[in-house]
């Protein structure tokens, strides 16, 4: 009885924060403080475990025999053998469609790296400009950006689907892709860009240019080097967001779905077709490892240098 | 004097030419854009695509839809409202006490961190396919998720969650939004909080701030106000704009009125049915867009000076 009262003193004593100071006397908001944090830790606790059982279950049953739920109920219980059918049969749902899970890997890396590059390409080259001179109509790019920011202009996707029905813009991959860098002088792209600029100091383009440099060298091999680990993390940021999407592939490119907008389909239609929730978590499974990967390989730089600051137009 | 105006216009000219492709690209798709719904709002969709002016008669018929026997235009507003709310308040109170945790490097907290990231790494469609799959369940297949507290008898044998039924649509969206909506939080909160200088605390210990409500409120939230204030006015901004899980967990189109929004209805109408999209809706949907952003853009403004107000004042 004693022991275990220890233990539970001690797992207490973990929770409570490190860097804190001795102090002589506790007032009841220092109590009520410290129960509250006792609590938290119990709803991040709760939070953690809750956001890793739904893929464990993912995981587990998209290698069961769906015979399996009938004599065993344990949900979390490991597949007695591996099928791999039900990842066969994800690929053979396709060949119902115009489109097959190849095409759509296709669609996938190709949305997720050349329009996330066009995009921050030129978000880059604003950021930059707007950073860095001052030309005529500068600081106006500038707090209009701003505005686009926090401007809701609601519904204006009708006018925009019938200005690209008429572009020839709807349902065209790759009109779709060229058409994507628009305005990159808004947005929380630009912003990070932004402020990774003004934290150059001028000095090197001032030496560049007695040197008989242009603004076209001084951007393109003095500046650029200089932001590469930011852009590297918008890029990683943007491509997992692309890979992700999929509303924007229903509204406008539906002849043309992604990786995600097909697991989407699949979902929707596997009932229909006769496919189980086995098959169906066999399709998730398949779609989240590309992000799962580059996730983990790049978690420490997302999480260092991803900071937001405020909106001062 | 001259040359300095001459310098200056030359300088104007190559920044520009830095970014005349996505200069253009602006110009069609968000000046144009933008007028032509102003123009939709005022006309009607003709079956062969072209269009004629109807006068008010589109803001009539949004007007119309807010009373529940014409349509869903009165639920689509309030639902969205309230789902805001609830997920900004709760949110809030969440990410912020939970990312103090983290940046106290809290017993496992590195770990725990690391696990509530899984759906930034999985999406958020996979995750939110997964949770229907996990609750929602039918008489021949129970729902995981009733197996599991059937298990540890938190529900009766013979008891059925109904997560999705009418009644309990908007609990469960709200759930879904808040539980599952800490990832960025918890990804960009702790490490703002990171960048306050440790000196400070130090300071602020000797000065008596000790406990977690002293610092929270003393130091770190009005360090990284304008970090939150960010994510909070941008997320007001899309008030009427976003979407919720309301595609995934209702994929056929049957969203029960207890939940469905603005953004769901301003999404549903641009997705293709039977092959085409029906245009005939246009109008109305225009006539919607503009009355909202005549609206909701002063509030949003409003609603950011309000928080700039309420926050610590530079000096």
Redesign the interface.
């Known amino acids: 009885m004693q022991n275990s009262k220890n233990t539970w003193l001690s797992?207490l004593k973990?929770?409570l924060?490190?860097?804190?100071?001795k102090?002589q006397k506790y007032t009841a908001?220092?109590i009520f403080?410290?129960v509250?944090?006792i609590l938290?830790?119990f709803?991040?606790?709760l939070?953690?475990?809750?956001?890793?059982l739904?893929?464990v279950?993912?995981l587990l049953n998209a290698f069961k025999d769906p015979i399996e739920?009938m004599y065993n109920?344990?949900?979390f219980a490991l597949p007695q053998t591996l099928r791999w059918k039900n990842f066969k049969a994800v690929f053979t749902f396709f060949e119902y469609f115009d489109f097959d899970i190849v095409n759509m890997l296709i669609v996938s890396v190709l949305m997720s790296t050349v329009k996330p590059f066009l995009s921050i390409f030129?978000t880059t080259?604003?950021a930059?400009?707007i950073a860095k001179?001052?030309?005529?109509?500068?600081k106006f790019w500038y707090s209009f950006g701003i505005i686009l920011?926090?401007?809701?202009?609601?519904?204006?996707?009708?006018?925009?689907?019938?200005?690209n029905v008429k572009?020839g813009i709807y349902d065209n991959l790759f009109m779709n892709i060229i058409?994507g860098?628009?305005?990159?002088?808004s947005g929380m792209n630009f912003l990070i860009m932004y402020a990774a600029f003004k934290a150059l100091p001028w000095d090197y383009a001032e030496s560049v240019s007695i040197e008989g440099g242009g603004?076209?060298t001084i951007?393109f091999k003095i500046y650029l080097p200089m932001v590469l680990p930011n852009i590297m993390v918008l890029m990683v940021l943007a491509f997992?967001s692309a890979?992700?999407e999929?509303?924007g592939y229903?509204?406008w490119l539906?002849s043309y779905p992604n990786i995600?907008y097909g697991?989407?389909l699949f979902?929707?239609k596997a009932n229909a077709l006769s496919y189980g929730?086995k098959e169906?978590?066999a399709g998730?499974t398949i779609?989240?490892i590309p992000?799962?990967i580059i996730?983990?390989s790049t978690?420490k730089i997302?999480?260092?240098k991803?900071?937001?600051?405020?909106?001062?137009g | 004097m001259k040359g300095s105006t001459k310098r200056k216009w030359k300088e104007s000219l190559q920044c520009y030419s830095l970014v005349l492709y996505s200069l253009i690209l602006f110009c069609i798709f968000f000046f144009t854009t933008n007028i032509s719904s102003i123009l939709l709002a005022f006309q009607k969709v003709n079956p062969d695509g072209s269009t004629s002016l109807v006068g008010w008669s589109n803001f009539k018929e949004f007007f119309q839809q807010f009373s529940a026997d014409k349509g869903m235009m009165g639920y689509a507003v309030k639902n969205a409202l309230i789902i805001y709310v609830v997920t900004f308040v709760v949110g809030f109170i969440m990410q912020i006490s939970l990312s103090y945790l983290i940046f106290k490097e809290c017993y496992m907290g590195k770990l725990m961190r690391g696990l509530t990231m899984i759906p930034s790494m999985m999406s958020g469609l996979i995750v939110s396919l997964i949770f229907f799959r996990f609750v929602n369940g039918t008489a021949l297949s129970p729902a995981p998720i009733e197996s599991l507290f059937k298990h540890f008898h938190f529900i009766d044998q013979d008891a059925t969650l109904n997560l999705f039924s009418e009644k309990n649509a908007m609990k469960t969206v709200l759930f879904y939004l808040i539980w599952f909506g800490n990832a960025n939080g918890l990804m960009m909160i702790p490490t703002a909080m990171n960048g306050v200088n440790s000196e400070i605390f130090e300071s602020a210990q000797i000065d008596g701030c000790v406990n977690m409500f002293q610092e929270l409120f003393h130091i770190i939230i009005p360090l990284i106000y304008p970090t939150l204030t960010t994510f909070w006015v941008t997320s007001f901004a899309g008030v009427f704009m976003s979407v919720g899980p309301l595609f995934e967990f209702w994929p056929n189109g049957d969203v029960p009125k207890t939940v469905y929004t603005m953004g769901y209805y301003l999404t549903s109408k641009l997705t293709q049915t039977n092959g085409a999209v029906d245009q005939s809706a246009f109008g109305v949907y225009a006539a919607a867009g503009l009355v909202l952003t005549l609206i909701w853009g002063p509030a949003t403004f409003l609603f950011k000076w309000f928080v700039e107000k309420l926050g610590p004042q530079e000096e």
């Open positions: 797992v973990k929770l924060p490190k860097k804190r100071m102090q908001t220092d403080a410290k509250l944090y938290a830790w709803v991040l606790l939070l953690a475990v809750s956001m890793l739904m893929p279950w993912m739920d109920t344990n949900i030129f080259c604003w930059y400009i001179y001052n030309f005529f109509g500068a920011m926090i401007l809701p202009v609601v519904g204006t996707g009708a006018a925009a689907m019938r200005i572009l058409t860098p628009s305005g990159g002088f603004f076209y951007f997992m890979w992700n999929w509303q229903m509204i539906p995600a697991m989407y979902n929707q929730t169906v978590l998730f779609a989240a992000t799962v996730y983990l978690q997302i999480t260092s991803f900071v937001v600051g405020g909106l001062k």
